[in-house]
């Protein structure tokens, strides 16, 4: 008698009900994140969406900073070893760290503690857009002046308002490239968040000391805890999801004058009093550029004598 196949694949054997229910439930989770946007790549669009839209600065009118004002906080770069170009402080995020509360892209806003870099880019946006926020009850729109304590603030909406927050390095957390002390930014204003403004050069620093701060001049960052001052490192490269960048860190570095280098050297950059998605320093940059072409494509003196 010839043998008989009694089953073929379609046959349920096993544990067969609850292969089917797991695939149902796993397709049910999948519709349900899609709806409220919480897959990872809907995640990846919306952080790239919002964190990079352009932000206005603020105008400075009088040429000074005020508690209130947007601006970005620029590192000016140098012909030193130790940075190349300028840089600016900016967010550092995936989309694990943001939060949602609904399927709206409205209410979406990222959660601290999270890092900072030193972006290339000197578009303004939610990225490298900071507010100068008062530790000391000073109200906005009064001036900023040196020493005068201060918070860095990231602006409402998605970035969340985190602060610019350090703290003195352990065995356990300090900056990854550098092991110096780390930034973050933090959900908490505490005093792990105050900074002041030092004057820039070493010489005149006592006679500034209480007078309003200028803006796009060269300044230093002074973390109040540590004594610290706000430094870009440009041996030290950070992989991003937006790209390659300097790390940042808090640390004073010293030149043979006992002057702070300029990898400490900062500046708060405003927006251009005709275009505030313009930072001034763009301007400056722009203008440059257009010089620099003009020289090029224009005439020498003895081309046009012959």
């Known amino acids: 008698m010839a043998h008989v196949r009694t089953y073929n694949p379609r046959v349920r054997v096993g544990n067969w009900k609850e292969d089917v229910t797991l695939?149902?439930?796993?397709?049910?989770?999948f519709i349900l994140q899609k709806e409220r946007g919480q897959l990872t790549v809907q995640k990846e669009e919306v952080l790239r969406q919002n964190i990079l839209k352009p932000v206005s600065?603020?105008?400075?009118?009088?040429?000074?900073?005020?508690?209130?004002?947007?601006?970005?906080?620029?590192?000016?770069?140098?012909?030193?070893?130790?940075?190349?170009?300028?840089?600016?402080?900016?967010?550092?995020?995936?989309?694990?760290?943001?939060?949602?509360?609904?399927?709206?892209?409205s209410v979406l806003h990222l959660l601290g503690p999270l890092q900072v870099g030193g972006a290339t880019s000197m578009d303004p946006c939610v990225r490298n857009a900071f507010v100068i926020t008062s530790v000391d009850g000073t109200s906005d729109g009064e001036m900023v002046r040196y020493d005068q304590n201060f918070a860095l603030r990231t602006t409402a909406g998605f970035s969340g308002?985190?602060?610019?927050?350090?703290?003195y390095r352990t065995f356990?957390?300090?900056a990854k490239k550098s092991r110096l002390q780390e930034l973050s930014l933090v959900d908490n204003n505490d005093f792990l968040c105050w900074w002041r403004v030092i004057y820039f050069d070493p010489q005149e620093r006592l006679e500034n000391e209480g007078y309003p701060v200028q803006v796009n001049s060269k300044v230093l960052i002074s973390h109040c805890k540590t004594n610290q001052c706000l430094a870009a490192l440009g041996?030290?490269?950070?992989?991003?999801?937006?790209?390659?960048?300097?790390?940042?860190?808090?640390?004073?570095?010293?030149?043979?004058?006992?002057?702070?280098?300029?990898?400490?050297?900062?500046?708060?950059?405003?927006?251009?009093?005709?275009?505030?998605?313009?930072s001034l320093l763009q301007l400056q940059q722009n203008s440059v550029i257009t010089d620099e072409h003009r020289e090029d494509t224009e005439p020498s003196q003895e081309t046009k004598e012959q």
Not at 161 to 167: G, I, K, P, Q, R
């Open 57 to 105: 600065l603020s105008v400075s009118h009088d040429g000074f900073l005020h508690f209130g004002d947007t601006v970005m906080l620029v590192n000016s770069g140098g012909g030193g070893h130790d940075l190349c170009g300028p840089c600016a402080l900016s967010i550092i995020a995936d989309s694990s760290n943001i939060k949602s509360h609904s399927g709206t892209n």
């Open 161 to 167: 308002e985190l602060y610019l927050a350090s703290d």
């Open 235 to 278: 041996k030290h490269i950070l992989w991003t999801p937006f790209g390659k960048e300097y790390e940042l860190t808090a640390h004073t570095f010293l030149d043979s004058h006992k002057a702070e280098r300029d990898v400490n050297h900062w500046l708060f950059v405003t927006g251009h009093p005709t275009n505030q998605n313009q």
């Open 23 to 29: 695939e149902e439930e796993t397709l049910k989770n």
């Open 172 to 174: 356990q957390k300090y």
